[in-house]
């Protein structure tokens, strides 16, 4: 009996807490309702950032540039490592008729060659690699720079990056922006004077 009184008594009072503390969250203070007011309200948007990138064309002509780059370079080596196999293969033809020293001479010579070539040819790539690494870091700082612009004058609290494999998994095709941001910044990089749109 005093069991089941007790066990009254416990629930009576949990009853009177929770009744007490849902009329606290009903408050007239409306701290707690404005912030989850300012949740419900926050505009959330999202772009797929590789066709953001890829159909930007700032980063379309300054990787044709890149890619050119990259053929001149892959033109100048390979006259390069053309004309020293042909050294190469001129000291193999005539290299009996040489002395013992005059053949390690060359040998030396030939070596130290093929030592410059693949020094010159790790340059370029590093070269390369570093100016794509640049135009990469450029063009994301110029969508992100548009990205704020875009954000502030369509009222939107956050833009997220789509990527597959990303932290986003799903979200819903009302709030894809890209088509709007591709159209936006192209016509932005194209109304921009030559000389400030490098």
Do not use: H
Not at 31 to 60: H, M, P, R, W
Not at 69 to 94: I, M
């Amino acid at each position: 009996m005093k069991r089941g009184l007790k066990l009254i008594g416990a629930l009576s009072l949990a009853t009177v807490l929770l009744y007490g503390c849902d009329k606290a969250g009903t408050s007239t203070t409306g701290e707690t309702a404005s912030k989850e007011v300012k949740q419900g309200d926050l505009n959330v948007a999202f772009v797929y950032t590789d066709s953001v990138i890829n159909k930007y064309d700032y980063f379309k002509k300054k990787s044709e540039e890149l890619t050119e780059k990259g053929k001149k370079f892959e033109g100048d080596l390979q006259g390069r490592a053309s004309g020293f196999q042909q050294e190469v293969q001129t000291f193999q033809q005539t290299g009996g008729n040489m002395t013992v020293n005059q053949q390690r001479a060359k040998q030396e010579e030939l070596a130290k060659k093929e030592q410059n070539l693949m020094t010159y040819r790790d340059n370029l790539m590093q070269e390369l690699s570093a100016d794509e690494s640049a135009l990469y870091s450029e063009v994301y700082d110029k969508v992100q720079n548009y990205l704020k612009v875009y954000a502030e004058s369509n009222d939107i609290d956050v833009i997220l990056s789509y990527t597959r494999g990303g932290a986003i998994w799903y979200a819903n095709e009302a709030i894809d922006l890209t088509s709007s941001v591709i159209e936006g910044i192209n016509k932005e990089y194209t109304a921009a004077p030559a000389d400030t749109a490098k």
